[in-house]
């Protein structure tokens, strides 16, 4: 358990959610440092609000002004009423009160998020939206407070690549996955054979503390969590040496007869909106 990637992290989306009570909180850190540029290296947004389109903010305006993902994972998710919906790492809420307008009537969507500021500010904008389908808990990305078989569907934005151990998050989202359910997270994948200086650099621009996974370690990492169908799926440069980009999968109906059931390990890591 790495507490000091934890305890970063935590504090870096505390004082985010604390920005001027939200609302500016994602214009001005836009996932890195107070001094970066919501830009990536082709000039376009790269970060927050300004990947929404017009009828998402308006689900959420208060949640959205204060997004620093690097995606828009519901567009992608495929949610139907009836659904629960997981949102790891679910900072402001903006994708969770998404989420739960989608899966009315009869769903119900989830965020989990380490931060007990963030946490504060998402039940404000939950409250502001008036939705009465969303539930906030805090906890870790690597011991989700949540059964076994719980969820259809688990979304992220842009947070999975803060984890020390990206492998204990995938398994823990396969293990509150019902059999068959579907992961559809949007998140930062470093280019082939980054090297240390690179990886460096690209945490003060994307705030991936621990350094984002390569397309091809991502693709193994879902395997080995019990993921089948995976897609991954490049959207935008967010970093000379790093891309954002739509992960989707489905958790495998059986392990098979010599498998064990994957579970999560240690606590350790956070949430943004």
């Given amino acids: ?19 001027a009570g939200g609302a500016a909180a994602g214009a001005g850190s836009c996932c890195g440092p107070p001094a970066a540029s919501c830009c990536g290296p082709t000039g376009r947004a790269a970060f927050g609000a300004a990947l929404y389109g017009e009828d998402e903010a308006a689900v959420a305006p208060d949640a959205v002004a204060a997004s620093l993902g690097c995606g828009v994972p519901t567009t992608v998710a495929d949610l139907h009423p009836g659904e629960v919906v997981l949102d790891l790492g679910s900072g402001a809420g903006a994708d969770v009160l998404i989420a739960a307008r989608r899966v009315q ?11 007990p500021e963030m946490l504060e500010l998402a039940r404000r904008n ?26 259809d569907v688990v979304i992220s934005n842009c947070v999975i690549n803060l984890a020390a151990d990206k492998h ?24 082939p ?7 460096a650099d690209m945490a003060g621009w994307t705030g991936c ?9 991502y693709r193994l990492a879902l ?10 799926l490049e959207t935008h440069r967010v970093h000379l040496h790093a891309a954002a980009a739509i992960i989707r999968a489905r958790v495998r109906t059986t392990l098979g007869p010599s498998c064990e059931p994957l579970r999560g390990g240690p606590a350790t890591t956070t949430g943004r909106a």
């Fill in 1 to 19: 358990m790495d507490t000091a990637i934890r305890e970063a992290v935590r504090r870096r989306y505390a004082a985010a959610a604390l920005e």
């Fill in 105 to 115: 009537p009869g769903g119900r969507a989830i965020g989990v998020d380490m931060t």
């Fill in 126 to 151: 939950v409250s502001a939206a008036g939705v009465d389908n969303v539930e906030l808990l805090e906890g870790y990305l690597e011991d989700l407070p949540l059964p076994d078989a719980s969820v």
């Fill in 168 to 191: 204990v998050v995938l398994r823990e989202a396969a293990r509150v996955l019902r059999p068959g359910g579907r992961l559809a997270v949007s998140d930062v994948i470093a280019d």
């Fill in 193 to 199: 054979g980054v090297d240390d200086e690179a990886r």
């Fill in 209 to 217: 503390i621990s350094g984002p996974l390569a397309k091809a370690g």
């Fill in 223 to 232: 395997s080995d969590a019990g993921f089948e169908d995976v897609e991954i």
